[in-house]
Nanobody, 115 residues
Framework: QVQLVESGGGLVQSGGSLRLSCTFS????????MSWYRQVPGKQRELVAT???????IYADSVKGRFTITRHSTNNTLVLQMNSLKPAATAVYSC?????????WGHGTQVPVSS
């Protein structure tokens, strides 16, 4: 079972930046499609950004130009750099990994953005 552990969440002011990290427990990091999702209580979970193992990154329209997703094979880490944060970005952010029908989720990290 792959384990994902997120870190880096916390309170940030509107317009500020935050860097989320997701540590991946296996050395086979490069074969997985990796993504960040977010969820607000009472709403559906939404895709923020994804970096597939063999194709280009994809971003939600609401974060394009402000968020950057990168994967680092040297230390099995997925990073989400979030700039120019808005209060609407307030959510629990979760890391997700997928490979040939197998998926795994982290527990999530909270990101409250104050106005």
């Amino acid at each position: 079972q792959v384990q994902l552990v997120e870190s880096g969440g916390g309170l940030v002011q509107s317009g500020g930046s935050l860097r989320l990290s997701c540590t991946f427990s296996t050395a086979m990091f490069s074969i997985w499609d990796m993504s960040w999702y977010r969820q607000v209580p009472g709403k559906q979970r939404e895709l923020v950004a994804t970096v597939p193992r063999t194709s280009s990154t994809i971003y939600a329209d609401s974060v394009k130009g402000r968020f950057t997703i990168t994967r680092h094979s040297t230390n099995n880490t997925l990073v989400l750099q979030m700039n120019s944060l808005k209060p609407a970005a307030t959510a629990v952010y979760s890391c997700h990994a997928a490979y040939v029908g197998t998926t795994s989720w982290g527990h999530g990290t909270q990101v409250p953005v104050s106005s």
